[in-house]
Nanobody, 126 residues
Framework: VQLQASGGGLVQAGGSLRLSCAPS????????VGWFRQAPGKERQFVAA????????YYGDPVKGRFRITRDPATSTVHLQMNSLEPEDTAVYFC????????????????????WGQGTLVTVSS
């Protein structure tokens, strides 16, 4: 069972995109779902996370105020609404779950997550 990330594409600076993440088969596993991104030559970076039970949200500093993560229990989907996009947001975006518990530190670590999606490419042109 994998996670399917979708919604990436090419957008101009200042534009918006909405990414989606859904499990192929069953539901999400664990405390919640996280989004990370990885630009060429750089380490994977925490973007946002959401607790599945109570929708508590966490954001990385570079995206605070511009991105919003939500969950839809009816469709078992997590969305990442990205507004005011900048060229620095260009990266492959990954969603992940199977995290045992959540706090403001744990959700930011890639090692906390046990299952990852294949990634979706977001390119922001200047």
């Amino acid at each position: 069972v994998q996670l399917q990330a979708s919604g990436g594409g090419l957008v101009q600076a200042g534009g918006s995109l909405r990414l989606s993440c859904a499990p192929s088969g069953r539901t999400f596993s664990g405390y919640g779902v996280g989004w990370f991104r990885q630009a060429p030559g750089k380490e994977r970076q925490f973007v946002a996370a959401i607790a599945w039970r109570d929708a508590k949200t966490y954001y990385g500093d570079p995206v605070k105020g511009r991105f919003r993560i939500t969950r839809d229990p009816a469709t078992s989907t997590v969305h990442l609404q990205m507004n005011s996009l900048e060229p620095e947001d260009t990266a492959v975006y990954f969603c992940a779950d199977d995290i045992k518990y959540g706090d403001s530190y744990t959700v930011t670590r890639t090692a906390s997550y046990g299952r990852w999606g294949q990634g979706t490419l977001v390119t922001v042109s200047s």
